[in-house]
Nanobody, 131 residues
Framework: QVQLVESGGGLVQAGGSLRLSCEAS????????MGWFRQAPGKEREVVAA???????????DSVKGRFTISRDNAKHTVNTVYLLMNSLKPEDTAVYYC?????????????????????WGKGTLVTVSS
């Protein structure tokens, strides 16, 4: 079993920055790609960014390219941490941000764009961007 816990959300003014963290623990010895998804009120959940198990391959949605950066720290054997650095935030970035994990060793991060195939989810952290 894998547990995912997000942190770092909050209220920020447009143009500001936040860094989200997702601590993954449990049976997560490598081999899990990680992703960040978001869901705004009345909208479907959408992928924001994803990173392969090794960290060697990443994906960023067009809407956040150049502003958001995903990274991960696999240094600890039993706990992996994934980050989402969000710069130049816009009001339309307001949403609940979820961390997700999928057991796969592929470097093709297109497989992480479909939220229906994730194996584990965190409970989410709210990001609110004021104009």
């Amino acid at each position: 079993q894998v547990q995912l816990v997000e942190s770092g959300g909050g209220l920020v003014q447009a143009g500001g920055s936040l860094r989200l963290s997702c601590e993954a623990s449990g049976r997560i010895f490598g081999s899990y790609a990680m992703g960040w998804f978001r869901q705004a009120p009345g909208k479907e959940r959408e992928v924001v960014a994803a990173i392969s198990w090794s960290g060697g391959s990443t994906y960023h949605a067009d809407s956040v390219k150049g502003r958001f950066t995903i990274s991960r720290d696999n240094a600890k054997h039993t706990v992996n941490t994934v980050y989402l650095l969000m710069n130049s935030l816009k009001p339309e970035d307001t949403a609940v941000y979820y961390c997700a994990a999928r057991k796969t060793t592929t470097q093709d991060m297109d497989v992480m764009t479909n939220h229906y195939v994730m194996d584990y989810w965190g409970k989410g952290t709210l990001v609110t961007v004021s104009s």
